[in-house]
């Protein structure tokens, strides 16, 4: 990977993240460790200067030689050391008159901020000065001892203590780092990455790259591999029935011109019958003339379902009077259905839709030639107006559908439980939505199944 891109990168991104982090981290820790370590300090120093003091009860007389005296000094590092006992001065070591410390530190009385504040400020001053610490001896605590010392020594150990410190923060960043981005690597960003390039590859050519494996991995890049593996199937499952509709489409434009002529044949059959005396052949000569006639006219707009919505042409329709039409067309059996079943209208005659004429009578009439290819015998057709909609339920009485088909009931070439194209309820689907409505299966079981139709509500008409 370039350099330039690996900077750009999840991974370049998740290292400087891991080595601030972990820097933040020692940040954290160290501030109460060069607090604790300036307190180990003068801890050390008030042992030393205590255990110097007490040579004194050796001396006889308890005197001490000038140059004892200076020798156990440098040996403490301090330039003045007193002893308390309950309250009296017991030990002394050095002249405290001439001595003007710049600052007094009393441990016994300091809590941890104030320890952690003194450290900071001890380490962040340049200047040399005296000071002067008291503190409990460590080696009894009845016994308080006070010291007066340079600063910069400490100072100087305090640095040295720091830079120890940062050498081995770096070195635990930079590991933890290391580890951290090699694990994510391999259990993120690999994945990811992986991920990416099977969604670019596949939006590029979606019928010819691979679909991505799946993987068994239980956690969120496993499900979000699995569930891109399913929907690219799923959308080369769909590509491949779009390009079956494309070729369905090409071929019905090939015959659209011969079929509109054979209809033009059917037209003048149906002159010569119009002028029979036949009672019979009068009867189902209108039918027949419907049926022609709108045959014609879904020749003409076949082409059109290829597109999202077919184009629509909305007119005041008594609701009534159209299904008792197709139920006319299935007495006379024009109705193009394997079996007939009774088509039933439970719909007040003051009820008005705005629909295309043409197209809603293929809604109905797919909806009840399913119905009867299911099996059902009654086919009732029910309709009202609510919350500005008009619903139109359509229910019959056959054996249901079965769950299998369910969820893929309004797909092309997949809603159909018989070996047929599926694609009636798909047709369905599209023509209500041109009308702006929805259709769905209300319910189904073994007493029958019910479609449920809204679409938007016209102007009421008595």
Do not use: W
């Not at 370039?2 to 750009?8: K, L």
């Not at 019905?252 to 011109?257: E, T």
């Not at 509109?260 to 044949?265: K, Q, V, Y």
Request: aromatic share 6%; with cysteine.
């Amino acid at each position: 990977m370039p350099f330039d891109a690996f900077t750009r990168s999840l991974s370049a991104r998740l290292l400087v993240l891991t080595i601030g982090f972990v820097m933040l981290a020692e940040v954290l820790i160290y501030t109460p460790s060069i607090a604790r370590f300036r307190e180990t300090y003068i801890g050390e120093k008030l042992a030393a200067a205590h255990l110097a003091a007490l040579t004194i009860d050796a001396a006889p007389d308890r005197m001490v030689t000038q140059e004892l005296e200076s020798a156990l000094l440098a040996h403490v590092g301090a330039h003045a050391i007193d002893l308390f006992k309950d309250g009296r001065m017991t030990h002394m070591l050095g002249n405290e008159d001439s001595l003007r410390p710049a600052e007094i530190f009393d441990l016994r009385e300091t809590m941890a901020p104030a320890l952690i504040a003194d450290a900071l400020a001890a380490l962040l001053r340049t200047e040399d000065r005296l000071i002067q610490v008291t503190g409990s001896s460590p080696k009894d605590s009845e016994v308080v001892v006070s010291v007066i010392f340079d600063e910069a020594p400490m100072r100087a150990e305090m640095i040295a203590f720091s830079e120890r410190i940062l050498a081995l923060s770096l070195l635990i960043s930079f590991i933890t780092a290391a580890l951290v981005f090699f694990s994510l690597r391999t259990m993120l960003v690999r994945p990811m990455q992986r991920i990416t390039e099977s969604m670019t590859a596949f939006r590029r050519d979606p019928e010819e790259t691979p679909v991505l494996p799946a993987s068994n991995r239980r956690d969120e890049i496993g499900t979000a591999m699995r569930e891109l593996a399913s929907m690219q199937t799923d959308l080369k499952s769909a590509l491949r029935q779009k390009t079956r509709l494309a070729t369905l489409g090409a071929t019905v434009s090939k015959v659209n011109h011969d079929l509109r002529n054979m209809l033009a044949t059917a037209s003048l059959v149906y002159d010569t019958l119009s002028r029979s005396e036949d009672p019979h052949v009068k009867r189902v000569v209108p039918t027949l003339y419907r049926t022609i006639d709108r045959a014609i006219t879904i020749c003409t707009q076949t082409l059109n379902f290829t597109q999202e919505h077919p184009p629509v042409s909305k007119a005041p329709v008594r609701l009534r009077a159209f299904v008792e039409e197709i139920a006319e067309e299935i007495d006379t059996g024009f109705f193009p259905a394997e079996r007939q079943a009774e088509l039933v209208p439970d719909i007040p005659d003051e009820l008005v839709a705005e629909i295309d004429r043409h197209q809603f009578h293929r809604v109905l009439a797919n909806l009840a030639r399913n119905a009867a290819e299911a099996g059902a015998s009654r086919i009732c057709v029910t309709a009202g107006h609510t919350n500005h909609m008009t619903e139109i339920l359509v229910e019959d009485d056959g054996p249901g559908l079965p769950e299998s088909i369910q969820l893929t009931l309004f797909r092309p070439f997949a809603g159909s439980t018989k070996a047929s194209t599926g694609l009636g309820l798909a047709i369905v689907k599209d023509l209500v939505q041109a009308h702006g409505g929805t259709v769905e299966l209300a319910r189904t079981g073994p007493q029958g199944s019910c479609f449920r139709i809204l679409l938007p509500a016209g102007k009421r008409r008595s």
